[in-house]
């Protein structure tokens, strides 16, 4: 084993970039107080890639890992929602770039980010130990984390010759991959793939230096990394708060069957749409519920002669890809009003039924919510109460209406259900970064431009206050 490796790293390696491209290297430690959401041009970020299914083990029930990784530690962690058909979620840690935490044995100061990314590095190489079945067998882990390509250089070196010398010291395969990245990695910072890979305290050990060297070399691009949920009150990235003292060893292998939770999406579909839907022979819907595990329902019992209901659910787990989400995205444009469907510009209307007691969610306080998915989304989204909601929905329902070009329209109704998830998920204090599509074109069909329905008299008052899932409906068949 090489001689640099610690047992809990201590002096950091010698090696030192020559990489300028971000305009600076060794930078002063500035103690201002930076908007925790914002990340400031002199912070420390790492993006680490957490598999998918060992989530649970950095977020915990409610979020109480996650939030107690960020009071021990004092840094800032978001966690990316899931892709469907993406393996991994970005885990975005930063923090001021002042060393301020002790670190190792021997107590060295390091930026809270750096503190952070070893824990949560710590507790996913130790749920993989727990899933390892081969006893006997030399065991390696893998890391990968996205680094923006203006700051990648600094772990290349000229020539290449820092990330070879930091393959000789360490023993550790590293790669810096262009291609083929992940669907969560970012357009707009030029996101390249780091990837390390050997026995756990190699990898240990060339992520320390790795992590050393991203620390004095920020990117320029990295105030952009939460950009779409930087300017309003509860954004879609939600910051941690208040430390938690339960344990956190071993959240995944233990979580229980009884914490799962249904997620509902409920379509307000035009009724000429339906038999697209279906599909014929019912192929079409019966593709959707197979290729994504949801259970999707076409509600015959509560139609009249212009909307029925499209009911899409799931028992899901919060760190999970959501089966619900994801077949509610691909058959939104078979649910929706499609005007000018011949035309290049054409418009789509999407209508959700959402109970009065979650509506508050995506409002916010002030309508902050809101204005930050129609200016994210470029979306025209409107909350419909009382009288004109339709008279298919209940009491208790409201209408969230989207309308937009189908992409405008995706991102839009992509904001809100995974807002309305979280909000079932009590994770109104969580760490949920929002994307704004999902990496795949839905599914495209005939619809409706018939704008017309039928309205309701009457409402009961709204109350915004109340954290409750979806109701379940009544007498569904398909």
Do not use: W
């Not at 065991?139 to 923006?148: A, C, I, K, S, Y």
């Not at 999406?265 to 819907?285: D, Q, Y």
């Not at 009491?395 to 992509?414: R, S, Y």
Request: hydrophobic share 35%; aromatic share 4%.
């Amino acid at each position: 084993m090489a001689s640099t490796l610690r047992n809990i790293h201590g002096k950091r390696s010698n090696f030192q970039s020559e990489f300028t491209g971000n305009g600076g290297s060794k930078r002063r430690n500035l103690h201002d107080d930076t908007d925790h959401n914002v990340i400031g041009s002199e912070d420390t970020v790492y993006r680490y890639l957490c598999p998918v299914k060992k989530t649970g083990s950095i977020i915990g029930k409610g979020g109480e890992i996650a939030k107690q990784i960020r009071s021990e530690t004092k840094s800032n962690m978001r966690i990316n929602e899931a892709l469907p058909g993406c393996e991994e979620r970005v885990v975005t840690i930063y923090s001021t770039s002042d060393e301020l935490n002790h670190f190792g044995d021997d107590g060295e100061l390091v930026c809270p980010a750096l503190d952070a990314l070893f824990k949560v590095h710590d507790m996913v190489v130790a749920d993989i130990d727990n899933d390892d079945d081969h006893l006997g067998e030399k065991q390696t882990v893998t890391v990968r984390m996205l680094v923006p390509s203006d700051q990648i250089g600094c772990v290349i070196g000229k020539g290449g010759q820092v990330i070879q010398n930091l393959r000789n010291e360490t023993s550790a395969q590293i790669r810096v991959i262009k291609d083929n990245l992940p669907a969560c990695a970012l357009t707009l910072s030029h996101d390249e793939l780091l990837q390390i890979i050997g026995e756990p305290l190699i990898v240990r050990e060339a992520l320390y230096q790795v992590a050393s060297l991203l620390h004095n070399n920020p990117s320029r691009f990295q105030h952009s990394l939460l950009s779409s949920s930087s300017t309003m009150h509860q954004p879609g990235g939600m910051l941690m708060c208040a430390p938690l003292t339960s344990s956190h060893r071993n959240y995944a292998a233990r979580r229980d069957l009884a914490d799962a939770r249904e997620f509902c999406v409920c379509f307000l579909c035009p009724a000429e749409n339906v038999g697209g839907v279906i599909g014929k022979g019912g192929g079409f819907i019966n593709q959707i519920r197979q290729e994504t595990g949801a259970t999707i329902r076409v509600n015959t019992s509560e139609t009249d002669e212009d909307d029925c209901i499209i009911f899409i659910s799931s028992k899901e787990f919060y760190e999970d890809q959501s089966p619900a989400v994801n077949a509610a995205i691909r058959l939104q444009q078979r649910c929706s009003e499609k005007v000018d469907k011949d035309s290049n510009d054409s418009t789509l209307t999407t209508r959700l039924l959402v109970s009065s007691s979650q509506i508050g969610c995506l409002i916010g306080k002030g309508g902050a919510v809101i204005s930050e998915m129609r200016s994210v989304t470029r979306a025209n989204i409107r909350i419909l109460q009382k009288e004109d909601v339709p008279k298919i929905a209940r009491e208790d329902e409201e209408m969230v209406q989207i309308t937009g070009n189908p992409d405008a329209a995706m991102k839009a109704l992509t904001q809100v259900i995974l807002r309305l998830r979280a909000n079932a998920f009590d994770m109104d204090h969580g760490l949920v970064l929002l994307p704004t599509s999902f990496p795949y074109v839905p599914q495209v069909s005939e619809s409706s431009n018939k704008p017309k329905y039928a309205k309701r008299d009457g409402s009961k008052d709204h109350d915004y206050s109340k954290l409750n899932s979806n109701s379940k409906r009544r007498s569904h068949v398909s």
